[in-house]
């Protein structure tokens, strides 16, 4: 008996965990040119801005793996530019982007 109420507390107590570890989500701002008809991104270099450099790199680690999924080429920031700081600068970027050839790159910022 003690040892499925131990068993119902634990789970419970990882239940609440993972309840509390989930915040609400709120778009702030969403951005699609209407007027581009130009040539479908081929490959696309994923930067996710964060406070936090591990949902940065779960973030970038996510997205890619979705949209290579659905038959895109994307290549996570991190790979190539391990440390945040290193988005904040231009030139980083540029030499990035011209490393992997990409003809994209995606920002995304999290507030």
């Known amino acids: 008996m003690i ?3 131990a068993g119902f507390g634990l789970s419970g107590l990882i239940l609440m965990l993972l309840l509390s570890c989930s915040g609400s989500t709120t778009l702030v701002e969403r951005w699609h040119d209407d007027t581009y008809f130009g040539p479908e991104m081929q490959k696309v270099l994923v930067l ?3 406070n936090d450099d591990i949902r940065r790199r ?6 890619v793996s979705k949209m290579n999924q659905k038959g895109s080429y ?3 920031g991190y ?3 391990p ?3 290193d988005y904040d600068s231009k030139e980083d970027i540029v030499a990035a982007v011209k490393k992997i050839g990409a003809d994209s ?3 995304t910022s999290f507030k």
């Open 3 to 5: 040892q499925k109420i």
């Open 48 to 50: 996710g801005i964060f």
């Open 58 to 63: 779960a973030f970038e680690s996510v997205f």
């Open 74 to 76: 994307a290549v996570a």
């Open 79 to 81: 790979t190539l530019m």
């Open 83 to 85: 440390d945040q700081e």
């Open 105 to 107: 790159v995606l920002i």
